[in-house]
């Protein structure tokens, strides 16, 4: 069984963190939600607050042995706050040393290049985005899905589903399509 690592705090894109977590529970994966506090974290579902996830432990508590790959759902206000957060940022540089698949859409991929892991590498991101990535040495294009070694990245929402799809390609699990 594939165990999987979500991260992500209140303000995650409500449909980037359930669309692929219900994709891989439903394809046998074990799915981990970790978040800055422990209790629950609020979703942004388009244009207002969503629903709430438990969360499984914080990130203080996560040791990235225990995982397969890390999932970092986007929303513009969830990634803009992980980035500031040192042990986050330290979780994603410990998978990519790993060299562990880190799947990141939307806003995400702010995450990747604040943890000084794009330069030289391929990848795509929401629109608004994309001038931090190039920035931090990114190529970004524009495509629904963009694979690079160990990164995964997506543009948005409507890219769940191949987002999903290269994600377990990644970790060769069977899609449950």
Same mark, same amino acid.
């Given at each position: 069984?594939?165990?999987?690592?979500?991260?992500?705090?209140?303000?995650?894109?409500?449909?980037?963190?359930?669309?692929? @977590?219900?994709?891989?529970?439903?394809?046998?994966?074990?799915?981990?939600?970790?978040?800055?506090?422990?209790?629950?974290?609020?979703?942004?579902?388009?244009?207002? !607050?969503?629903?709430?996830?438990?969360?499984?432990?914080?990130?203080?508590?996560?040791?990235?042995?225990?995982?397969?790959?890390?999932?970092?759902?986007?929303?513009?206000?969830?990634?803009?706050?992980?980035?500031?957060?040192?042990?986050?940022?330290?979780?994603?540089?410990?998978?990519?040393?790993?060299?562990?698949?880190?799947?990141?859409?939307?806003?995400?991929?702010?995450?990747?290049?604040?943890?000084? +892991?794009?330069?030289? @590498?391929?990848?795509?991101? !929401?629109?608004?985005? @994309?001038?931090? +990535?190039?920035?931090?040495?990114?190529?970004?294009?524009?495509?629904?899905?963009?694979?690079?070694?160990?990164?995964?990245?997506?543009?948005?929402?409507?890219?769940?589903?191949?987002?999903?799809?290269?994600?377990?390609?990644?970790?060769?699990?069977?899609?449950?399509?």
């Amino acid at each position: 069984m594939q165990r999987i690592l979500i991260i992500a705090t209140d303000g995650y894109e409500q449909s980037e963190l359930t669309g692929p @977590r219900d994709l891989l529970k439903k394809a046998g994966a074990q799915v981990t939600i970790a978040s800055l506090k422990a209790g629950e974290i609020r979703g942004w579902d388009q244009k207002d !607050w969503g629903d709430s996830v438990p969360v499984d432990l914080t990130i203080g508590e996560v040791s990235v042995e225990d995982y397969d790959a890390l999932l970092l759902p986007g929303g513009q206000i969830n990634p803009d706050v992980l980035r500031m957060e040192r042990k986050v940022i330290d979780v994603v540089r410990a998978f990519d040393a790993a060299q562990k698949p880190i799947a990141a859409i939307c806003h995400a991929p702010w995450l990747l290049a604040e943890a000084d +892991l794009i330069e030289g @590498r391929t990848v795509t991101g !929401w629109p608004s985005i @994309r001038t931090d +990535l190039i920035n931090a040495g990114a190529a970004v294009i524009d495509e629904e899905v963009v694979v690079d070694g160990n990164f995964i990245t997506s543009r948005k929402p409507d890219d769940i589903p191949a987002f999903t799809n290269a994600l377990m390609a990644a970790l060769n699990m069977e899609s449950a399509d």
